[in-house]
Nanobody, 122 residues
Framework: QVQLVESGGGLVQAGGSLRLSCAAS????????MGWYRQAPAPGKQRELV?????????NYADSVKGRFTISRDNAKNTVYLQMNSLKPEDAAVYYC??????????????WGQGTQVTVSS
């Protein structure tokens, strides 16, 4: 099993910055792609990919955050980060860390964190 624990959410003014962290622990064989997703509280809003990074360091971003958010990872610490700059009210959501196709003694599957709230005041 793999456990993901997020931290770093909170309340920030528009234009401000936050840094999210997600630490993976457990009986990890390999962490492949890790990512951050978010889900806004509005009715019907789906969980959407914000950014992802694979084990080689290649990254992928949602168009809405390109140039403002940066995803990175520390493989030695099994930790992924999301640096969020120039935050906008529309970035407010619960942010979830994901380890996609992570492998442990029990096999390979997707794992999700519990979520961390990001609130952006205008």
């Amino acid at each position: 099993q793999v456990q993901l624990v997020e931290s770093g959410g909170g309340l920030v003014q528009a234009g401000g910055s936050l840094r999210l962290s997600c630490a993976a622990s457990g009986s990890i064989f390999s962490l492949n792609t890790m990512g951050w997703y978010r889900q806004a509280p509005a009715p019907g809003k789906q969980r959407e990919l914000v950014a992802a990074i694979n084990s080689g360091g290649s990254t992928n971003y949602a168009d809405s955050v390109k140039g403002r958010f940066t995803i990175s990872r520390d493989n030695a610490k099994n930790t992924v980060y999301l640096q969020m700059n120039s935050l906008k009210p529309e970035d407010a959501a619960v942010y979830y860390c994901a380890a996609l196709k992570a492998c442990s003694y029990s096999g390979c599957r997707d794992y999700w964190g519990q979520g961390t709230q990001v609130t952006v005041s205008s």
